[in-house]
């Protein structure tokens, strides 16, 4: 099937990433974490639908992880640290996750963050990385205060080095789709965009103005509606 890469009205559209995850990687009964939870929405999602799993939430951000410690689940783990220095221990893990987190890598820590997963997870161990494709309208717009056109490139070539050098890795499978994102209005888009936890994108007046101008021909009664075109990446460690 001819696909394009970037436009995503030409990707099947998935509503939930864990259906995408759980056709792909076996999760029941599995040690898994997750490198960059975030809010560790899936990760809860997991646990609920895959009886015996666990699940470690790894987050480096400190107002994030905290938020995520003060909601426990059962079977769900939240630790600090970043996935260039993960603080566990070696072959522990049965799946490794990165849910659009490896772009926020540092440039410099993206391989060495990649050879943490190696370390921790078990031979045989799968590893699924999801990552945003830079297109569609959602891009366009995010850009105006995000430009991530050289970090999410970047991510894509460590994964095609720590696979060219066929130490720890074989590739398993590649999956394109695109995501469904709804913003209520204008204030909705910029309380979850403009000033995430996790970064400071230095807003001005000025870039408010110019991304608000952008995001408003998007807002209907309903509020406004995009799709995010994905990128997923199988890999899994070799014996």
Request: aromatic content about 6%; overall charge neutral; hydrophobic content about 45%.
């Amino acid at each position: 099937m001819n696909r394009s890469s970037t436009d995503p009205d030409q990707l099947p559209l998935v509503r939930d990433e864990l259906d995408v995850l759980g056709e792909r990687v076996p999760l029941d009964g599995q040690h898994i974490i997750e490198l960059g939870c975030g809010n560790a929405r899936l990760a809860r999602a997991l646990l609920l639908r895959h009886a015996g799993s666990r699940v470690v939430g790894l987050e480096v951000d400190a107002e994030q992880h905290a938020k995520n410690v003060a909601h426990p689940q059962e079977r769900l783990l939240f630790v600090a640290g970043s996935a260039e220095a993960v603080p566990c221990p070696d072959a522990g893990f049965d799946v490794a996750i990165m849910l659009k987190s490896l772009h926020h890598v540092p440039l410099a820590a993206m391989d060495r963050a990649l050879a943490e997963v190696a370390r921790v997870l078990r031979p045989g161990g799968w590893f699924y990385v999801s990552e945003p494709i830079y297109g569609g309208a959602l891009n366009d717009v995010v850009r105006l205060f995000n430009d991530e056109g050289v970090v999410r490139p970047a991510a894509q070539a460590a994964l095609d080095r720590a696979l060219a050098a066929a130490a720890h890795w074989e590739a398993a499978g590649e999956h394109r789709f695109a995501q469904p994102v709804h913003f209520k209005n204008w204030d909705a888009f910029a309380q979850r965009m403009l000033y995430p936890s996790f970064a400071d994108h230095g807003i001005t007046p000025a870039i408010v103005a110019r991304v608000r101008a952008a995001f408003e021909p998007h807002c209907g009664p309903d509020g406004a509606s995009f799709v995010r075109p994905m990128h997923v990446r199988l890999l899994r460690r070799r014996a």
